[in-house]
């Protein structure tokens, strides 16, 4: 009955029944093999779908311009989704306790069927991760994609960069060897470098470094506290923490109208990445974004596996706290303050970076131009000031390092004077008042936030990305200055 | 900005590209997962050969069976895994001796004993055991990281760490190199600055887990050769100021043998981590410190040789930062008292490289120091008896050229005194028997300027007495030679009052002889005192007491006498330097001139020992340094002083005595047997200090 009936039904009923189904289950076959078409229907595939629907189901074809975002953000999200896999995978075998952490880590590498390559790429893409937050951060900041309103989401991101750092750090002290435990005392050292402000100023009862260390690792030398204070951070308080503020990052993107764009790029509205552009500039999202977010994915999994088949994790021997490695090295996004710490440790560990954190974070309100929004280096001028500040600071910085390093660290002439001479003034505040200079400098002539700020960020970015250059290849034993591949680098420990 | 399609093609292409790249990766990883290299590739040909084996013999049951897995030997004693028997398969498998390594079986009889499954492979082998990987540990040096395999070479270091003790002599078989190893640490005089099993010295490391230090431990700047721990203990040997920057060890000289011999045994020195029955008993026992047969001779070998030669002949300044004195030789043995050794061993000299051996610091015990000291004194001659020296064939006249040559430089050349007493007194010589002369002239008078002569033979020492005898017999021939003694107690006070302004509150000399001298007492008796307290000395400051001033009683000499007997009987709080008898002013101009060029300018030593040194000061008395300039030191650079000789010129008594002086200046410590400075010094621009604590 109904429909399709027709004469041969009522003595055939089943097979008329089958031919029903098989031709809608054709249909519905060649519909899922031709994806949805219709606009409705592409717009639904996205918006109720779970996995899909935080994304916005129209976009402006200005968004998936390569050469614009380069993928970083989506980069940086997918090795966050990596990094949790991976990491879950390592969670099987890995054991939190100073007798059984390096042996378990071993056994991963060498018994535990592919644990070798889940641990490579965890590892590598924690690295990577560490990289594209910055090159995402850089992006963000020449494109000035934190006007307009964006400045929440600016301090968002900055703190998910922390976050990654402290990942990374927590993480890379859980193999417990030779690398992982004297990097970490490091840092721990650094962070208690706070109390040479109150010592030096004559203080000397208050002593907040040491409750800082105590806080970090559960006492004062690397021990079991430490590890599992790290662990505990590491797979727990972190990732939540880190998947929290995606989330929160994500959604302030879909609040402040998706990526930003240029005004040429709005050709009806004239509006500048305000939300409810007019519906003809944009597109629906499937599946062309999807598409591009797969091209990054899958490019990135391919370059994970290249890395991971290629080179292993480094596991060097067992944790000795008898056996100082020498030298001892933070892990390289810390090199560049290790570096300015080997000057001084407050100004360099702590004052500088803070410095640096402050002013990352109040650029949006500083600079509320919003010129040359969503243009790489806003315009020729803001191009021209990028070009100057790249040189200026690495001019800033081999004039201020070079002499330091030409000194030495034995400097014995530093301790006759007042203790409070050299924590305030030392290569790392020398070079962050240079650059605050050159910011001034550029505002005085340009008149322009928007320059002062690509002269700050583009100084500071150099001046980080060099002085971890000279902490990474040039520091040697004793944190002597060595060029690579010299004799004394290499039969050194 | 391209169009909706291009894009969708663009992304479209790459996401197949990458797509595609993992997917030849992956498969890439998998069959490197399967590789021929890796240990699965290893057990399958195992499993072949077994197979072909099996086939020929007809019986394939085992070779069927045979599982392709990850084997291990898991000791729980120091959470070791060792997984080397996943490739190296003859060691577990039974009739596949004679495959190619890695299958093959362990060569030699090894395993009988130390079956794989109790003792793992990493433990005699060293390595990564974890790593079940082939290209890492078994095949070469780029291993384990920080504790590679052990190169065959050193093995034997392995036998060791388990079945050879350092302080006993047992035999270990099948490991000669080792045992002679252990044979030239045990007489090179290591522990004189190293330690080992609780002894031995504090200036260098402890090498009692020297074996178990992994690579981080060494500093391989100045290292020439490849980075291993053999080849840094080997250029250590040989010039360890180099490979460790400001240390003061000198070389080891020997054959690259005997250096690879030596590091076998520093390799094989383990700490106890593994269950007891692992262990032989007597290295269990060593390290609960027990030393059976530690005897003076070990004693010397494993503490004294490296500085102060293997026969005792010292080290030169030249070759060494402070050189070591010579202990062999005649010039120090017959002038150094047991006391002065003993001081020495106890108490050090301080800032110089000589330690305390005190069994506090040392982690020795007084019975072995006791030993270490005998056998030290083995280099001096023994002292034979009178009646032994009697039967000698010897003269007047040649004791009288001997006296001449020997004895006046500080007897006289008439024998009219000075240093030492007037041998000329007739009521000297009534009272002093053959037998006395004797026993003064062999035995010496111990931290005096008497030194013991027993190094002369037979006929030279009769020659003498006989000389000193000359016309004078010896007047009491019936004397009791020892008698009751009297009240000691009173004695005491009697010495005190009388007797101690001329021969020193403890009877240690001044200007009289040391008369509380165990060596004297021993050799003086009864009749010999009472006389000489009685009738004194004519022509010298001893009066006789029984006649003239207090008019001692017969009662009042034997208390005296009681009382002298009863102090040679305890040990002296410490060693008395006796008064100072010469003018320091003048031992300055003379120290100046003559001693600044091996003792430094302030005596602090060039290329002679130092003498400001507070130890040394406190274990000399002025005797034992008058006696030193008097006699030099034969077969070192400090000449005689008192004997003429053409190349230098002769100081009299009263420039030694002055020289003695000056030195003396530099003493501002006190040093007693229990290494506190005592307050009880009399002696001008001398304070006493507080005590030092130890």
Redesign the interface.
Known sequence: MGLHDSGASSRFPFRERMKVLTSTVAERIALWRRGPVSYRDRSRRVSRTFFFHFQASRIHPFSLTPSYTLGLGVLSAFMFVVLTVTGVLLMVYYVPSVERAYSSTADIMYVVPAGRYVRNIHRWAAHGMVVTVVLHMCRVFFTGSYGAGRGINWLIGIGLMMLTLLLSFTGYLLPWDQLSYWAVTIGANIAAAISDLPAAAGFESLDPGRALRLLLLGSQVVGQDALIRFYLLHIVLLPLLMAALIGLHFWRIRKDGGLTRPRNAERSSGVVGAPGSQLRDLILSWPVLFWAEAAVISLATAALLLAAYALDAPLLSIADPTAPENPAKAPWYFLGVQELVSYSAFGGGVLVPLLLSLGLAIIPWVDREDRGLGIWFSDPEGARITVRSAVAGMLATVAVLGPAIGLGTGRTWLRAMHPLIPLLINPATILAAIVAGWAGLVYRTTRSTRCAMLAFFTATLIAVVLVTAIGLWFRGPDWQFLLPGTTAWNSAR | ?RT?HE??S???N??????L??CV??L??AI??GSHDDWQGVQRAFRDSLLARAASAGDSVAAESFVTE?RQVSLGAD?R?D?CITCHLGTVFPGVQDLPQPLGGHPGEHLVNHPVDRFGCTLCHGG?G????VQAPCTGADS????PIESLHYIQSACGRCHTPAFDTSETAGAAVLERGRAIFRSGGCLGCHRLRMVGGTLGPDLTEQGAK????????H?QRN?SIPTWLREHFREPARVSPGSVMPPVRASTDDLDALLTFVLSLHPIDLPADYYCLPLLAESRGSRPGFDGETGFGLFCRACHGSRGEGTSYDSSRTGAPALSGVGFQAVASDEFIQFTLMEGRGPRLMASWRPVLSGLRSAELDRLLHWLRRWKAPVRSWEQVRMAAGSAGKGSELFDTTCAPCHGAQREGGIGPRLSNPDFLRLATDQFLHATIATGRRNTAMPSWSHLPEEELLSLVLFLRGNTPYSYPNAARRSTLGDSARGGRMFAAYCSRCHGTHGEGGIGPAILNPDFLDAADDAFLAGTIKQGRAHTAMFGWSQAGVRLSDGDASSIIGYMRAMAEQPPERIYSGAVLGRPQHGREIFSELCTECHGVNGEGKKGPALNNQEFLSAASNGFLVATLTLGRPGTAMPSWGQPSPERRLLSQEERLDLVAFIRVWQTDVIDHRGRASADVARPGLTAISSRTR
Do not use: K
């Open positions: 900005m909706e894009y969708r663009l992304f479209r790459l996401t197949l590209a990458g797509g790249l993992s990766l992956l890439a990883m490197d997962r990850i959470d895994v997984r990564n974890r790593d079940a990987t384990g990281g920080d504790d992994s690579l981080s431990h060494y500093s391989f700047r290292v980075r």
